[in-house]
């Protein structure tokens, strides 16, 4: 079955380190990938897509994702965490609908 | 204005109120969606339009009611919720002949049923 997967609900980091979030797609043909992000009482914000190409994506804010095919992957990286980066991160892909990974939530530590 | 535009912001019922959401898009999009968001629990998409004809609804229950008048505007009438109804309520949009088109969010009601 389609899906994708966001091994980490939780991830907590310092201010100042690097970022990485995990997202997995299903075993199949690649699905268009998305990153969103989510603050507090708002609605989601895409941060980056990757549809084909070159693996390695750059988004707004800041970040990337990097796409690999042999693990099934596309995780979302950032040098460098804000503290205003805290907030709901999701992982979409597209099929013949669109499908969310449950999220991951990110607190940066001061 | 550009963008995915929900209104109202924020809206408190009770179970006997009858209240509808809006969603207006300006992205000439063709295709628009409700989801809904609890604590704790992933999206749930709740109903799609494809040029204003409606092409999924995943079982919602018929307090729900979804409108599209035209491709730029979507509603969601809500009567005799229960507070487990209680959630923010995201509509997005996108463009249906793009595989590779993202979804583009409002930016939320959030219900509160008393």
């Known amino acids: 079955a389609q899906s994708v997967t966001q091994p980490d609900i939780h991830i907590t980091v310092s201010e100042g380190a690097s970022l990485e979030l995990r997202c997995n797609y299903s075993?199949?043909?690649?699905?268009?990938l998305f990153w969103y992000v989510q603050s507090p009482g708002q609605g989601l914000q895409l941060l980056l897509k990757?549809?084909?190409?070159?693996?390695l994506v750059q988004g707004i804010k800041g970040f990337e994702a990097e796409f690999k095919r042999s693990q099934s992957s596309f995780n979302l990286r950032k040098p460098s965490v804000h503290w205003s980066d805290a907030a709901e991160y999701f992982c979409a892909g597209f099929y013949d609908k669109v499908i969310f990974g449950p999220g991951t939530s990110l607190s940066v530590i001061p | 204005e550009t963008g995915v535009t929900q209104t109202p912001r924020h809206l408190v019922m009770g179970m006997t109120n009858k209240k509808s959401l809006k969603c207006e898009q300006h992205l000439g999009h063709n295709a628009m969606y409700w989801y809904k968001q609890s604590a704790k629990k992933p999206l749930e998409l709740m109903f799609v339009?494809?040029?204003?004809?409606?092409?999924e609804n995943n079982s919602v229950p018929s307090r729900f009611s979804p409108e599209c008048p035209n491709s730029s505007h979507l509603f969601l009438h809500l009567h005799t919720l229960q507070p487990e109804d209680s959630a923010l309520y995201l509509c997005a949009s996108r463009q249906l002949d793009r595989d590779n088109s993202p979804l583009h969010f409002g930016n939320g009601t959030r219900l509160t049923v008393t």
């Open positions: 339009y494809n040029f204003k004809e409606q092409t």
């Open positions: 990757y549809f084909s190409g070159d693996t």
């Open positions: 075993y199949g043909a690649t699905p268009y």
